[in-house]
């Protein structure tokens, strides 16, 4: 049979998406609506979570636990320093807003990304791949590379980000390079 004859090619049926690629969009589908409605809730209640990691930092009992902490200064202590430093860097109000709307944003773009793989669409796993990017870079970009809390929170994101980089790029073969319809 040759490939002119063949009923089966790419000109009359459409690709079928594996149930593989299929599991991952879906996934992405549930994160990137739940980081989404993380981000806007960040976003939205910026103010009172600045207000409650604020206090949370600066009362009475924390204060002397600080002071036990440097008293000590051994590793353990050094990392509980550094762990209190942290929440108090991340309760800046404008940074919090900052760390929403890209939230949003990042998220925006992997489930863009994941609904142009859905169909099938090469282009989604470059758009996917900029949300990742952005995910790992935000906490950086915003908070600085000497936070400890957000570095821990981007080699999360990298982490992750990049398994699933790695489990799509897995199906780019089934992809094709067209427009989406």
Known sequence: MTKDSNFLNDDILPPVRST??????????IGS??????????LVSSGKMSEMMKNTVNNEKQAEQRKQMEAKNDKGSKFGLKMMDSVKEMSDEKK?????????????L???????MWR????????YLAGIVTWVGAPIVIYGP??????VVAAFSFFVGLLFVILY??????????QVS
């Open 20 to 29: 593989f690629l299929t599991v991952l969009c879906v996934l992405t589908f």
């Open 33 to 42: 609506a739940y980081g989404i409605y993380q981000g806007v809730t960040t």
């Open 96 to 108: 919090l807003k900052q760390a929403g709307v890209v939230a949003i944003i990042g998220n925006l």
């Open 110 to 116: 992997t489930l863009g990304g994941a609904i142009l």
């Open 120 to 127: 099938l669409n090469r282009v989604g796993f470059f758009v």
């Open 146 to 151: 000497g936070a400890f809390l957000p570095m």
């Open 169 to 178: 790029a897995m199906n780019l073969k089934d992809m094709r390079n067209t």
